[in-house]
């Protein structure tokens, strides 16, 4: 999954079609399983769990074809604040995805154990508010550093207002590291609240910490 902290896919924010699995998990995929949430209320699977390498994984290559086809204001803000899938020990990493979702958004979740200690740098603040051309539609992207409060190791949380288009909508993005072990969150909606964004972030970061 190569989704946003700032820099958005570039699409409609919707959640991944369901799909099996592409890749044969390994044993330590299968223990990243354990730190992916539980159903929430109200929410159905809508895609996943996903197990594998990183960077094999369908909702990973879909999001980077996403960022392909937009054409941003910065292309230096493509993958801002994500984990690099460009690293080879990144993409080759084992990881776990899900997504959920509901008429009023979706939630997609990865938990990723990489070989080190490794976390994606803030958002550039160039960064923060930029435009990108989607199909022909102009889509104005503003991203502010959420206080939340720590998880973890490291964390890091933003709130993200997409416009443009017939369609506006917020994206709630977080990403927690345990030791070796990332974890990253996407979650979409009409309106996305801080708090609601905090409690996933609750519940995440203490399944994380059972394997981490």
């Known amino acids: 999954m190569l989704a946003l902290a700032g820099c958005s896919s570039g699409e409609e924010p919707q959640a991944p079609a369901a799909s ?14 354990a730190a992916l949430l539980p159903v929430p209320d109200g929410m159905h699977v809508a895609y996943g769990p996903e197990l594998g390498a990183f960077g094999t994984l369908k909702s990973t290559q ?6 392909r086809q937009a054409k941003l204001q910065r ?25 959920f979702a509901a008429e009023r ?7 990723v154990s990489l070989p080190s200690e490794s976390f994606p740098k803030p958002l550039p603040r160039q960064c923060a508010s930029y435009t990108a051309d989607v199909g022909g539609t102009q889509v104005t992207y503003k991203t502010r550093t959420l206080k939340m409060p ?8 933003y709130l993200t207002s997409a416009a443009g288009g017939e369609k506006n909508a917020q994206i709630g993005s977080v990403m927690i590291r345990r030791g070796t ?6 979650v979409v909606g009409q309106k996305v609240k801080a708090q609601g964004l905090y409690e996933l972030a609750r519940l995440a970061d203490k399944n994380l910490e059972q394997v981490a």
């Not at 879909?62 to 960022?67: K, M």
């Not at 084992?94 to 997504?99: D, E, K, L, Q, S």
């Not at 958004?105 to 938990?111: L, M």
């Open 105 to 111: 958004g979706s939630i997609t979740q990865a938990v």
């Open 181 to 186: 072990v990332v974890m990253s969150m996407l």
């Open 62 to 67: 879909q999001g980077i074809a996403a960022l």
């Open 20 to 33: 099996a699995s592409a890749s044969s998990p390994s044993a330590a995929s299968a223990k990243l399983r």
């Open 150 to 157: 720590r998880k973890g190791d490291e964390s890091r949380a």
């Open 75 to 99: 292309p230096e803000c493509a993958g801002a604040a994500q984990l690099d899938i460009e690293q080879p020990d990144i993409a080759g990493a084992p990881a776990a995805v899900i997504a």
